[in-house]
């Protein structure tokens, strides 16, 4: 798909199973991060929006702005982190190189460093974007040790 020109419609209708929409303060930012740490692939940037691609599956950022009618809206706060109770599994990350990129964004935290899990077959690591959404890079690694 041509997500820089599909048509808000077209990429809605497309949208299938479960998809992804984060509120964010600033778009360009978190898009910023996302690349920078997990690499991935941001299309159709602006202030107001922005497609994320990782492993080829796409989510969306949205501004807090753009959902100023949406019920959602009245209960974002206006400081402080968000996104406390989820976590956002990205398979086929690297998170010894995700943890290792964290030095350029200060105001992010490592909450786990990547550590092997045998009995889920990963490693992994937790990662605290700015925002306060918790990101989990992870990477298939023998069921046993």
């Known amino acids: 798909m041509d997500y820089e020109n599909v048509p808000a419609a077209a990429f809605g209708h497309a949208l299938s199973g479960i998809s992804v929409n984060l509120l964010v303060r600033d778009v360009r930012a978190e898009a910023a991060f996302l690349a920078a740490v997990f690499d991935m692939q941001a299309q159709r940037l ?3 929006f922005a497609i994320m691609l990782h492993a ?3 989510f969306q950022l949205h ?3 753009t959902f100023a009618a ?3 809206f009245a209960l974002l706060p ?3 982190l968000r996104g406390a ?3 956002l ?3 086929e990350a690297d998170p010894d190189l995700a943890a290792a ?3 350029d964004f200060p105001d992010a935290m490592l909450l786990q460093p990547p550590a092997d899990k045998w009995g889920h077959g990963l490693r992994e690591a937790v990662i605290l974007c700015p925002f306060g959404y918790a990101w989990v890079p992870s990477r298939r690694i023998s069921p046993s040790p």
């Open 56 to 58: 080829g599956q796409p």
């Open 89 to 91: 599994r990205l398979h």
């Open 101 to 103: 990129r964290l030095a």
């Open 85 to 87: 109770g989820i976590e």
């Open 46 to 48: 602006s202030a107001d």
């Open 78 to 80: 206006e400081s402080g």
């Open 70 to 72: 949406h019920p959602l």
């Open 63 to 65: 501004s807090d702005a």
